[in-house]
């Protein structure tokens, strides 16, 4: 019996980076998954992987910025398998290295609904299943170091930290209904998202006790661990999966080491 066999996982930005490998793991124990992507083809991509692999998996297109999208991406979820157990949240992301005086109040509202109110937004159009799935409902979100320590990207870390509240007050509201709660703060993590800077990996990597920045399957292990039953009492944790980077504090940036 593998952990998620006959249960239903929607995973936003499932067809990249840590939502890819969260999707790809989820499907290789045994959940029937729903890529949820703006990316269609990418999420497209994946669902083949999967369905290839002898798993289960459709792809939707979703907008989590757009309330009519991401209710449609649920409804096709339950129309499609009939339940729905895990609600992963990944999609997210940075977008530019603006400063602070320089993000006016569309680029940060931009990011603020991408990376905090997107989430949101999800979790209220899948609550309503979760609560009813028949072995309780699981919701992991990404959220960051960022959302918790000084590293910079103030509208973006800003709403990495909302994350971590909005988790803790649902996980109180609705851990007394059978929905559980909880938020992974992933270090630097090797995705797409660092392409556009080239060293910036190698030259992180100091910064980790562990020895290396992470891998999306360091950040996939996480999830389906903490939406899985061998979490069962786990509920409003905020999780760091960062290699030591959070623990380390100023050590972190010790060159003896
Ligand atoms: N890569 C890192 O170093 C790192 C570190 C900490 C946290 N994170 C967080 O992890 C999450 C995933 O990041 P990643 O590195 O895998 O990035 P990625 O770009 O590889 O994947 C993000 C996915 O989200 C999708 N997406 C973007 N906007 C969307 C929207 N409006 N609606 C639906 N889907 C959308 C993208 O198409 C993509 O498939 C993000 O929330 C990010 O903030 C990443």
């Excluded at 989820?26 to 669902?47: F, P």
């Excluded at 609560?131 to 699981?138: H, I, K, R, T």
């Excluded at 389906?224 to 409003?236: C, E, K, T, V, Y």
Aim: aromatic letters at 4%.
């Amino acid at each position: 019996m593998r952990r998620f066999d006959g249960r239903v996982s929607l995973v936003t930005g499932g067809g990249h980076g840590i939502g890819r490998a969260s999707g790809l793991r989820l499907a290789a124990e045994g959940s029937s998954v729903v890529l949820a992507d703006v990316d269609l083809k990418a999420a497209l991509e994946v669902a083949d992987e999967v369905n290839r692999s002898g798993g289960t998996a459709i792809a939707v297109g979703c907008d989590v910025t757009d309330r009519a999208s991401v209710d449609s991406a649920v409804e096709l979820a339950t129309t499609r398998f009939g339940r729905l157990d895990v609600l992963v949240n990944t999609a997210g992301g940075m977008r530019d290295g603006t400063t602070f005086l320089d993000t006016d109040d569309d680029a940060w509202d931009r990011l603020v609904d991408l990376n905090l109110t997107g989430v949101a937004r999800c979790i209220r159009a899948a609550l309503p299943h979760l609560l009813v799935a028949p072995d309780g409902g699981s919701v992991v979100t990404i959220g960051s170091v960022n959302g918790m320590s000084a590293l910079g990207g103030e509208p973006y870390s800003a709403a990495k930290a909302g994350l971590q509240n909005l988790t803790v007050n649902l996980a109180s509201r609705y851990g007394p209904h059978g929905v559980r709660f909880n938020l992974i703060a992933p270090g630097t993590i090797r995705t797409r998202v660092w392409d556009t800077q080239p060293g910036a990996l190698e030259r992180l990597t100091r910064l980790y006790p562990l020895g290396r920045v992470g891998q999306p399957e360091d950040i996939a292990a996480a999830v389906a661990f903490l939406a899985s039953d061998d979490a069962a009492w786990i509920s409003g944790v905020v999780l760091p999966v960062d290699g030591g980077l959070l623990a380390s504090g100023p050590m972190a940036l010790r060159t003896d080491r």
